[in-house]
């Protein structure tokens, strides 16, 4: 190998070497994490459909949820932050009625845990007051227990129902399902560390179709759409000087 070609080498390594180092020490002066934890309440399609044992589902309804995540930004002011949320649960009331097996009334709750990647878009970030667009997705962990609260003979020799006290567990479902997700929060500074943000979200789920596995025989799953408003809480580990005002 000529010393021509050594130079070249060398002069590749020591450029590579640079670019890391810049990389780096961008990175660590842009990338600030933070975590972020808040409320909800929301307005939430039923997991399930109208079907032969629930002829009529209920309408969206409200319920609570919480959500806890964490974020890091990056140059720019965009902002790449992992969340997990749990909503409250519905509940339907419906009866298992089989030919081949005994018969009874049932309750199904049903929830989702979503489980979200969001981008933030924050050009204002450093003033008391931002506008910050989110727009992400990720998986919906949807999952829906049944319970037996009362027997009804069998399919073929049904019989007055008799309540089970306490109810007796049935059957249970989880399936993951896909979601996307958008909204937008209000960052209110509160100090270099602390963003208070009330704020709105939507997401719109593709649940998979059966709620209990029963078929026909129970409710029908099916895609639904979950949007609210909230107001969450932002720490950030390092300080976040917020910009000073111009004169």
């Known amino acids: ?12 390594r020591n450029a590579t070497l640079l670019a890391l180092v810049l990389t780096c020490t961008t990175v660590r002066a842009y990338a600030q994490t933070y975590v972020t934890a808040g409320w909800a309440t929301t307005s ?7 079907s032969l044992a629930t002829p009529s589902a209920q309408p969206a309804s409200s319920v609570p949820s919480v959500m806890i995540g964490a974020g890091v930004w990056l140059p720019h002011n965009v902002g790449v932050e ?8 519905q509940s339907i009331p419906w009866h298992y009625n089989y030919l081949f097996g005994g018969n009874s009334d049932q309750l199904t709750t049903d929830r989702d845990l979503p489980l979200i990647g ?40 049904p ?8 109810r007796a567990p049935s059957d249970s479902l989880t399936t993951p399902d896909w979601l ?22 939507i997401s719109v789920l593709n ?12 409710p029908y799953s099916g895609g639904g759409d979950i949007w609210g408003v909230s107001v969450t809480g932002r720490y950030s580990i390092h300080r976040d000087d917020p910009t000073p005002r111009r004169h």
């Open 1 to 12: 190998m000529s010393g021509g070609s050594v130079s070249i080498l060398a002069g590749r």
């Open 44 to 50: 939430r399609e039923p997991g399930w459909y109208p």
């Open 82 to 89: 992992g969340s997990f949320t749990v909503y409250g649960a």
């Open 118 to 157: 969001l981008v933030r878009f924050a050009p204002m970030r450093r003033h008391r007051v931002s506008l910050e667009p989110v727009v992400g997705g990720g998986v919906s962990f949807h999952r829906g227990a049944s319970f037996r609260t009362a027997d009804c003979g069998s399919g073929s020799r």
């Open 159 to 166: 019989a007055p129902c008799v309540p089970v006290t306490p």
């Open 180 to 201: 996307v997700t958008y909204g937008a929060d209000l960052a209110v500074r509160v100090s270099s560390r602390v963003v208070v943000a009330p704020g709105f979200r």
């Open 207 to 218: 649940r998979q179709v059966f709620l209990t596995g029963f078929d026909h025989r129970g």
